[in-house]
């Protein structure tokens, strides 16, 4: 509170309890990864370094706030921007790969309506709580809550151009699977 005693906290219950379900939902996603067969997939050295680098960071980040030469705060501050390079490159892979397919067979375009809901309804709230403050600073008060809504909101009207603009769904979707896997762009046939 020193650094901005009269700021508006722009952290609300909701964006507490939006992280816990999403350490819930990611760690259900881990074991499942754990548990399940792979069938010889394996991380690529590029995924490899990027998840050795994020931890790294966040040890270093963590071991400084601990011997006080950063606030926790900034501790925080640096694993929300960790997410925010995660949610780019979680994003980056499904856009090239619809683009490289000139298809969207096989994803669901629901996702990307929920998502965007979300990132929506994170700015507006952002923006309310400014207009009821009167503090407008407070809209980059989090920064990173501020991105991901606008990141997501980015990525999802890509998303929805490319399933219903650029690469339209057909009726039958299952002679596209088996077109595409055909192809070679699927391991397994249909």
């Known amino acids: 509170m020193h650094r901005h005693p009269r700021g508006v906290i722009p952290v609300k219950d909701n964006d507490v309890l ?3 379900h999403a ?3 990611t760690t259900a996603t881990i074991l499942q990864c754990i548990y399940y067969e792979r069938n010889g997939q394996r991380m690529s050295w590029t995924a ?20 006080r030469t950063i606030e926790w705060l900034d501790f925080l501050y640096y694993t929300s921007y960790i997410k ?17 397919r000139k298809s969207t067979v096989g994803w669901t375009i629901w996702n990307a309506f ?13 923006f309310l709580i400014a207009h009821n403050h009167d503090d407008w600073d407070s809209i980059l008060g989090d920064p990173v809550k501020f991105g991901l809504g606008f990141l997501t909101i980015f990525f999802d009207v890509l ?4 399933h219903y603009c650029l690469y339209p769904q057909a009726s039958d979707e299952k002679s596209q699977l ?9 391991t397994s046939t249909i």
């Open 18 to 20: 939006f992280t816990l």
């Open 178 to 186: 088996q077109h595409i896997a055909t192809k070679g762009d699927l």
């Open 114 to 126: 929920l998502d965007l809901l979300g990132g929506v309804l994170s700015l507006i709230q952002m």
């Open 159 to 162: 998303f929805i151009v490319q």
């Open 48 to 67: 490899i370094a990027l998840k050795a680098a994020g931890w790294t960071f966040i040890l270093v980040s963590a071991i400084l706030a601990g011997a």
């Open 84 to 100: 925010l390079g995660v949610t780019i490159v979680g994003y980056t892979p499904q856009v090239y790969m619809n683009f490289k």
């Open 23 to 25: 350490v819930a939902a």
